[in-house]
């Protein structure tokens, strides 16, 4: 069984900065993709960002620039760094890790988990 686990939403004001981790525990091989989504009251699940096990990260036209993603992969925890802070950032946000499952000898498959989410709201 594996569990994932985020922290550090909260409120902030326009033009703040917030952290969200994002830990991985139980039992598995390894975490492949870990990724960060958002979903706002009425709206869809979004993707937010991701990042591969290699440390390349990628991000949504409306957070690039402005949002960082990285991870521990010792810890295994992906952090979002999240500056300059807009109202239309408001949201749940969820992380999702992609980990590899011992299937056999020498063999795995890989599942996805999600964390629980954490709120973020931003005031103006």
């Known amino acids: 069984q594996v569990q994932v686990v985020e922290s550090g939403g909260g409120l902030v004001q326009v033009g703040g900065s917030l952290r969200l981790s994002c830990v991985a525990s139980g039992r598995f091989i390894s975490i492949d993709d870990m990724a960060w989504y958002r979903q706002a009251p009425g709206n869809q699940r979004e993707l937010v960002a991701v990042?591969?096990?290699?440390?390349?990260?990628t991000y949504s036209d409306s957070v690039k620039g402005r949002f960082t993603i990285s991870r521990d992969n010792a810890k295994n925890t992906e952090y979002l760094q999240m500056n300059s802070l807009k109202p239309e950032d408001t949201a749940v946000y969820f992380c999702k890790h992609t980990v590899r499952i011992q299937a056999g000898v020498f063999q795995f498959r890989r599942e996805d988990y999600w964390g629980q989410g954490t709120q973020v709201i931003v005031s103006s």
């Open positions: 990042i591969t096990s290699g440390g390349v990260g």
